[in-house]
T-cell receptor, first 112, second 112 residues
Framework: DAKTTQPNSMESNEEEPVHLPCNHS???????IHWYRQLPSQGPEYVIH???SNVNNRMASLAIAEDRKSSTLILHRATLRDAAVYYC?????????????FGQGTILTVHP | DTAVSQTPKYLVTQMGNDKSIKCEQN?????MYWYKQDSKKFLKIMFS???????INETVPNRFSPKSPDKAHLNLHINSLELGDSAVYFC???????????FGQGTRLTVV
């Protein structure tokens, strides 16, 4: 199974940027890096994904290291609603039915 | 409109009973999944179906039988329920060639 390593927990203050790291040293050349988050009592929610280049969307930015062995999810201004478990996953490209293997994730706490 | 809907949301039942959880997606996606989230919050894939065909079966006990009557539905039937089956079960769907998976709100199964 594809393996990623993330810190167990991180804390942030509201309105400040948050950088959530992920190591994926066994990633293969065609694996995409995905980030999902799970808010309390809800199902996981897609955040962002990328292959090699940095990516931005309305929720977050994804910075991918040049060797692709690590990536960082950036929340530009954390809000209380961003408190969740954040999962970094790498998934075989080209197979939409490939499984998303979730690790333990990072519990993000946002302080008012 | 809920994209991926599961019923019931809560299910309490006795050991040894047989129960079903239903999942429907109105997104036109080809691929559907079942995930189990245990008390330690670890999300583990159980099954994946692509166009009504079983693609992934993650060594789940054969008491668990998924059924996909059509592309929009993936139901989960569980026979002879055991205490260890207590968990939150999530259904998800994903489009062909797509990265973003959509998850349902989960079904909390409690076996007493």
């Amino acid at each position: 199974d594809a393996k990623t390593t993330q810190p167990n927990s991180m804390e942030s203050n509201e309105e400040e940027p948050v950088h959530l790291p992920c190591n994926h040293s066994t990633i293969s050349g065609t694996d995409y890096i995905h980030w999902y988050r799970q808010l309390p009592s809800q199902g996981p929610e897609y955040v962002i994904h990328g292959l090699t280049s940095n990516v931005n969307n309305r929720m977050a930015s994804l910075a991918i290291a040049e060797d692709r062995k690590s990536s960082t999810l950036i929340l530009h201004r954390a809000t209380l609603r961003d408190a969740a478990v954040y999962y970094c996953i790498h998934n075989a490209g080209g197979t939409s039915y490939g499984k998303l293997t979730f690790g333990q994730g990072t519990i993000l706490t946002v302080h008012p | 409109d809920t994209a991926v809907s599961q019923t019931p949301k809560y299910l309490v039942t006795q050991m040894g009973n047989d129960k079903s959880i239903k999942c429907e997606q109105n997104l036109g996606h080809d691929t559907m999944y079942w995930y189990k989230q245990d008390s330690k919050k670890f999300l583990k894939i159980m099954f994946s179906y692509n166009n009504k065909e079983l693609i992934i079966n993650e060594t789940v006990p054969n008491r668990f039988s998924p059924k996909s009557p059509d592309k929009a539905h993936l139901n989960l039937h569980i026979n002879s329920l055991e205490l260890g089956d207590s968990a939150v079960y999530f259904c998800a769907s994903r489009p062909a060639g797509g990265a973003e998976a959509f998850f349902g709100q989960g079904t909390r199964l409690t076996v007493v």
